[in-house]
């Protein structure tokens, strides 16, 4: 690994570079600075000391390390009353609750849902083609996931309002930059209800059981006992997030750089058999989720740096996607490519359990969508922002010839 520093008063701030106004409108100019200039890099951003990691093979290295970079619920507070599991436990209780979650999840299952993905997703794409125009963010990438996510639970989709509030109070709270006291309430108030509305969901399934995820759940075993209370909480409410979120915000960033590069979006329209490489690499270089958190749990130098049990660090996913050092000309979108080792979904044991889902959701959005409004560019005048952390744009206004 490289020598270097940690940031000095003549680098820049990480916590600006990724965080500061608008910067996840174009995250790549300041993945670059980090990299090059402190890829490992402190910043006391607001009085939140973190650390930031961004070069592929050193955010490589801790994914794959979890009793030195910890995920556990040190690491990131979200207003949880209990562990995310299995994000916020790591090995070897971490392993275990894998064993019994990943039959749930595994390509062949998850292959079973296709058929009713692609009747959803042009369900979804039947209420706007015939306008001409859409908010893609409001219309199609937030009820796609969203609707999954309560079929596959069997809970109502008049409850779907409510879960996409509890979402954005805890990604992202109302309230002004910087003000993480507040954020911590809301997260904190959000984090009770969640747990009030699953508890009683739970209740139900025991008494009433049905074919969703929930009743499943219930009757899961951890080395020949039941799971306990919070162990249920812990994955609903995870559950919930990943389900109701990511997904959404993978879309927003294909599609926003799709209908921006019409070379690209009219050579997948009609190679159809490229999306499952150019969803691998949108994946890579649109990184909906710019930084992971983790707590270091062992003494370990990285790059040079030295970092004691206690500090919190930030792995920057989106730059380590974007170093040249992994991939070559790393800096072009290369739709057709072919070895993509990207670190979008994470890495290691913590290796994102939904991710085969979420991989059909977004194949078969990109092929259904494009097969039927192959041409579509930005509304004139649109102004488009995405969030921090993970980058959901705030509206997608798309107009396109009208179709059937």
């Excluded at 739970?202 to 209370?229: N, T, W």
Aim: with cysteine; glycine share 6%; aromatic share 6%.
């Amino acid at each position: 690994m490289a020598t270097t520093e940690a940031r000095s008063s003549s680098h820049p701030d990480p916590s600006e570079l990724l965080f500061g106004h608008f910067a996840a409108d174009s995250p790549q100019p300041g993945y670059k600075t980090l990299r090059d200039k402190c890829p490992v890099a402190r910043s006391d951003f607001a009085g939140w000391p973190s650390t930031y990691i961004s070069r592929y093979e050193d955010v490589l290295w801790a994914l794959r390390h979890p009793e030195v970079f910890s995920s556990d619920a040190e690491a990131l507070s979200i207003g949880q009353e209990q562990p995310l599991i299995p994000l916020q436990v790591d090995p070897p209780l971490h392993t275990l609750y894998r064993r019994i979650l990943n039959p749930e999840f595994i390509p062949k299952k998850m292959a079973e849902l296709h058929d009713d993905v692609v009747v959803l997703v042009n369900g979804i794409i039947d209420k706007f083609a015939g306008r001409g125009a859409c908010d893609f963010h409001e219309e199609f990438a937030t009820p796609l996931p969203s609707t999954i996510f309560l079929r596959l639970m069997a809970m109502p989709q008049s409850d779907l309002p409510q879960f996409l509030q509890w979402r954005d109070n805890i990604i992202r709270p109302d309230v002004e930059p910087g003000d993480f006291e507040g954020a911590a309430r809301i997260r904190a108030q959000t984090g009770h209800e969640i747990t009030e509305y699953f508890a009683a969901a739970l209740a139900r399934r025991r008494d009433q059981p049905d074919e969703g995820f929930l009743s499943q759940l219930v009757r899961l075993e951890l080395e020949g006992r039941l799971l306990s209370q919070e162990e249920l909480l812990g994955i609903c409410q995870l559950m919930l997030l990943g389900g109701l979120d990511t997904v959404t915000a993978t879309l927003d960033c294909m599609v926003t750089y799709l209908a921006t590069h019409e070379d690209e979006r009219r050579r997948l329209g009609g190679h159809p058999d490229l999306i499952p490489s150019a969803v691998e690499e949108l994946l890579r270089t649109e990184s909906p989720v710019m930084v992971v958190p983790r707590v270091v749990h062992q003494p370990v130098t990285i790059a040079g740096v030295e970092l004691s049990p206690g500090e919190h660090v930030n792995l920057v996913l989106g730059a380590a996607n974007s170093d040249e050092a992994e991939f070559a000309d790393a800096d072009a979108v290369d739709l057709g490519r072919d070895s993509n080792r990207h670190l979008a979904f994470g890495g290691g044991h913590h290796l994102c359990l939904g991710q085969h889902l979420a991989r059909l959701e977004l194949r078969v959005a990109l092929e259904e969508f494009h097969r039927r409004i192959p041409d579509y560019e930005i509304a004139d005048g649109a102004e488009i922002h995405f969030s921090p952390g993970i980058r959901q744009a705030d509206n997608l206004p798309l107009v396109f010839p009208p179709t059937a």
